[in-house]
């Protein structure tokens, strides 16, 4: 009799157990969760990323205002292998002032891979120019713990005025930099071509201005990237992250004009980096913080 009671309290108890440990499961299984983390205590503002050209399973990232001129070769997973010093500009107390992106592309010779760093953030919109950065990349980085670049700067100016500005992609099809502005309602989709000689000074085109619902400051656009074969497109504002699909032979500021796709995003505490994997299967994310964990999702249709 006592073993029958037992028995119908418990089967029911051990069933509620069961059902509530695989609710919890699959809650933990649709929640994202972080990929890794960044390894380095010194990448502590981080506020870009993208996949190398020519190293194979290495990211570029760096930090923003406050740092001195350089970046990072780390892992998808987070691990630093190189710090990269280069260059800036020698009237900047740190040879720069506040980098924002960091973008891969062509350049001046055919079949290079080259490093474009972009000092472009201006917060109180008071600069007469902001200047990229240019630098080829080398085999070493990724293998080296310390290694220098000399690069190219490239000094840019609004034609309707200073900006702050926190993407900055390369289009490889039409060989295009990118500079999307960040405040306000709408915001400015703005390009220069790559063919530029030391220190030129050259004024933006202004291509067209993008409209994105939600409030300021989370709806604020801060890091872009674009695939390696051009055909994929990414903006990321700090509570979203927008996907465009480029048809063949349609200007990447078109594209940008048509509706976008919302992707997948584990909003962070102050997420201002994206970059595509060099396949364009996936994506990676991550924010300032040190030790900030780095997310991945995957593209459309994979």
Not at 77 to 92: F, V
Request: net charge positive.
């Amino acid at each position: 009799m006592f073993k029958s009671k037992a028995l119908k309290i418990f089967i029911p108890v051990l069933c509620i157990t069961f059902i509530a440990a695989f609710a919890k499961h699959r809650l933990i299984d649709n929640k994202q969760l972080p990929q890794s983390h960044l390894y380095a205590k010194q990448m502590d503002e981080t506020s870009g990323l993208v996949a190398s050209g020519l190293n194979t399973g290495i990211y570029y990232a760096h930090n923003d205002s406050g740092d001195t001129s350089r970046f990072f070769a780390i892992t998808p997973d987070g691990k630093l292998k190189t710090t990269i010093y280069y260059t800036g500009d020698r009237a900047e107390r740190l040879g720069v002032r506040d980098c924002e992106d960091i973008a891969v592309g062509p350049g001046p010779l055919k079949g290079k891979s080259y490093v474009y760093i972009g000092d472009i953030g201006d917060n109180g919109s008071k600069r007469k120019y902001i200047t990229v950065y240019r630098a080829e990349e080398s085999p070493l980085w990724g293998r080296d713990s310390l290694a220098h670049a000399t690069p190219v700067s490239l000094n840019l100016k609004y034609p309707d005025g200073p900006k702050d500005a926190e993407a900055m992609t390369i289009d490889p099809v039409e060989k295009l930099l990118y500079i999307i502005t960040k405040r306000g309602d709408s915001v400015g989709v703005y390009t220069s071509a790559l063919k530029f000689k030391a220190n030129d000074t050259i004024t933006l085109t202004l291509r067209g201005r993008l409209f994105f619902k939600g409030l300021k400051p989370f709806k604020w656009i801060t890091a872009a990237d674009i695939s390696a074969d051009g055909l994929q497109i990414l903006l990321k504002s700090y509570e979203k992250v927008y996907y465009w699909r480029r048809t063949a032979g349609q200007p990447v500021w078109k594209t940008l004009k048509s509706m976008p796709q919302e992707l997948p995003y584990k909003q962070e505490k102050q997420g201002e980096s994206v970059a595509f994997t060099p396949d364009g299967k996936g994506y990676y994310t991550t924010s300032e913080g040190v030790y900030a964990p780095i997310y991945y999702y995957k593209t459309p249709g994979n």
